[in-house]
């Protein structure tokens, strides 16, 4: 009865285990945060001999404020996340103000932003961004749709 | 009994999907920071002689020749002096193209652009008159004046071809898009007609074009 007891135990950590892995990521709602300016033209970098046909680059400013009232007192990460589209890869490069972290993303990955104890309701910080590309784009227009999601442990 | 069991099970059934649509929903409505990016319009660079990267240069340089009088219309050729001083690349290495400005031009050329329906390449044309014209109104033909081409360090030295002034528009190169050409143009008088003393000036121009 005991042994029955230790494998179901063990049977419904697995279970739980199981379940919070299928859980992660969880998307996270930044509705309040905003670009300045909100339409970017892209400018072409300096043509150099290390990067004949260079590219072309953006810079911004992105108020965020992240919503994480529903994992207050949880631990986990952070990561914003930037989907690939059909265009070439884009890179954005960011310094923050410190309440989040900087970094670097490319298109079709994430990258950790926050790594904690989520204490409050919202997570704000100001990133100046830098986005490059290269100079294969098929369009005369692109949207870059960024966004959050929390790993709890 | 059996009556009963089959319709909690499907009541079951339908709670579960009503969660799903409810999580697919909740992934929706979750926003993030987006944004609208426009491509860089297309561009294209030129500098002849002295120039600065990707800014206008209003520099216009002088090429010039005195033949004494001894050698004038000998029919050999006089080697032109420059007042350029632009003897580095301005393709961002800083590289030692024209090591003797003095002597050189350098021309370079770029043209930017993305892949959409903007032209593949640029024209790199030089248009000349059709002489060079003394203060008492006697000319020279522009023709007289040609050109060698070179480029340290350079696979394609070449890359703008060497030529001959036509006193009307020619066309020097295509410039593929998202490309940097370059190299030095080194002038030369021909001097192969007697002409009557003076002065003579006449002024070419470069232009880079994308249709």
Same mark, same amino acid.
């Given at each position: 009865?005991?042994?029955?007891? %230790?494998?179901?135990?063990?049977?419904?950590?697995?279970?739980?285990?199981?379940?919070?892995?299928?859980?992660?990521?969880?998307?996270?709602?930044?509705?309040? %945060?905003?670009?300045?300016?909100?339409?970017?033209?892209?400018?072409?970098?300096?043509? #150099?001999?290390?990067?004949?046909?260079?590219?072309?680059?953006?810079?911004?400013?992105?108020?965020?404020?992240?919503?994480?009232?529903?994992?207050?007192?949880?631990?986990?990460?952070?990561?914003?996340?930037?989907?690939?589209?059909?265009?070439?890869?884009?890179?954005?490069?960011? #310094?923050?103000?410190?309440?989040?972290?900087?970094?670097?993303?490319?298109?079709?990955?994430?990258?950790?932003?926050?790594?904690?104890?989520?204490? #409050?309701?919202?997570?704000?910080?100001?990133?100046?961004?830098?986005?490059?590309?290269?100079?294969?784009?098929?369009? %005369?227009?692109?949207?870059?749709?960024?966004?959050?999601?929390?790993?709890?442990? | 009994?059996?009556?009963?069991?089959?319709?909690?099970?499907?009541?079951?059934?339908?709670?579960?999907?009503?969660?799903?649509?409810?999580?697919?929903?909740?992934?929706?409505?979750?926003?993030?920071?987006?944004?609208?990016?426009?491509?860089?319009?297309?561009?294209?660079?030129?500098?002849?002689?002295?120039?600065?990267?990707?800014?206008?240069?209003?520099?216009?340089?002088?090429?010039?020749?005195?033949?004494?009088?001894?050698?004038?219309?000998?029919?050999?050729?006089?080697?032109?002096?420059?007042?350029?001083?632009?003897?580095?690349?301005? =393709?961002?290495?800083?590289?030692?193209?024209?090591?003797? &400005?003095?002597?050189?031009?350098?021309?370079?050329?770029?043209?930017?652009?993305?892949?959409?329906?903007? &032209?593949?390449?640029?024209?790199?044309?030089?248009?000349?008159?059709?002489?060079?014209?003394?203060?008492?109104?006697?000319?020279?033909?522009?023709?007289?004046?040609?050109?060698?081409?070179?480029?340290?360090?350079? &696979?394609?030295?070449?890359?703008?071809?060497?030529?001959?002034?036509?006193?009307?528009?020619?066309?020097?190169?295509?410039?593929?898009?998202?490309? =940097?050409?370059?190299?030095?143009?080194?002038?030369? =008088?021909?001097?192969?007609?007697?002409?009557?003393?003076?002065? =003579?000036?006449?002024?070419?121009?470069?232009?880079?074009?994308?249709?």
């Amino acid at each position: 009865m005991s042994r029955l007891r %230790s494998l179901c135990t063990l049977c419904l950590a697995l279970a739980l285990f199981a379940g919070s892995a299928r859980a992660n990521p969880h998307r996270l709602d930044d509705s309040g %945060s905003h670009t300045v300016p909100p339409n970017v033209q892209m400018q072409w970098r300096p043509m #150099t001999s290390r990067s004949n046909g260079a590219g072309m680059e953006a810079w911004l400013r992105v108020n965020l404020r992240i919503d994480t009232a529903a994992w207050i007192g949880r631990s986990g990460r952070v990561y914003m996340v930037l989907p690939r589209d059909e265009m070439s890869s884009i890179e954005a490069v960011w #310094t923050s103000q410190g309440r989040l972290l900087p970094g670097r993303l490319v298109s079709g990955e994430r990258t950790l932003v926050y790594a904690g104890r989520i204490a #409050t309701a919202t997570l704000e910080d100001q990133f100046t961004v830098r986005l490059r590309s290269g100079a294969d784009w098929q369009g %005369s227009r692109r949207r870059l749709d960024f966004h959050f999601e929390f790993d709890a442990d | 009994m059996k009556a009963h069991f089959v319709p909690a099970r499907l009541s079951h059934l339908a709670a579960s999907a009503g969660v799903l649509l409810l999580a697919v929903l909740q992934a929706d409505v979750a926003h993030a920071w987006s944004l609208n990016l426009s491509p860089a319009t297309r561009r294209v660079f030129l500098h002849v002689g002295n120039g600065t990267a990707n800014q206008d240069n209003s520099t216009v340089n002088l090429v010039q020749v005195s033949v004494p009088a001894a050698q004038v219309g000998n029919g050999v050729a006089q080697a032109m002096a420059s007042n350029s001083t632009q003897s580095t690349s301005l =393709y961002g290495d800083g590289y030692t193209t024209c090591p003797t &400005p003095s002597t050189q031009v350098m021309v370079g050329a770029s043209y930017q652009r993305n892949n959409n329906s903007s &032209p593949a390449s640029a024209t790199l044309r030089v248009t000349s008159p059709a002489s060079l014209v003394s203060a008492a109104g006697d000319t020279i033909p522009f023709s007289q004046i040609s050109w060698t081409v070179s480029a340290a360090g350079s &696979p394609v030295p070449g890359v703008i071809p060497a030529g001959t002034f036509s006193g009307t528009a020619q066309t020097l190169a295509t410039v593929p898009a998202n490309t =940097y050409i370059e190299n030095c143009h080194t002038f030369s =008088y021909a001097n192969s007609a007697l002409r009557a003393a003076g002065t =003579y000036t006449g002024q070419v121009t470069y232009t880079l074009t994308s249709p």
